[in-house]
């Protein structure tokens, strides 16, 4: 699924800028998440036509950095500033890179919060076939 190469892509950029910090997925943990880490979790996607039967995927993603120490505010907009720096463009599985774009950060209860949306140009998978040409006759007058 597309999406979860975003969700992989996202996983791996933060790994590299964060290689000490454990990095969670998009499912649900249960309480007690060791701090520092990362909680990676997928939001809205949106899919639009684009010309040539390619496809516009939009897939928003929510980054949540659990801190070490709590209400440790500059700790927060250090890592903040940093993982929007990493998520610019993440690696997908086919070696390309994705940007990141709309990346923003908020503090909100203690956690940081980093947004990013990333727009992919899917390629059809099913051979759609096309109309055939057409032959006009003319005829003429007598």
Known sequence: MVTHKVLNGVSSALKTAFPDTKIFGDKRVRQGLPAPSFFVGLGECSTNPLPGGLTLLKQHVEVVYFPETADDYSELWQIGTKALAALERIPLEDGTLARGISRR?????????????????LIPTEVTERMGDMTRKIRQRQ
């Open 105 to 121: 950060c908020i503090i909100n209860d203690g956690l940081m919060h980093i947004h990013a949306v990333y727009r992919l140009r």
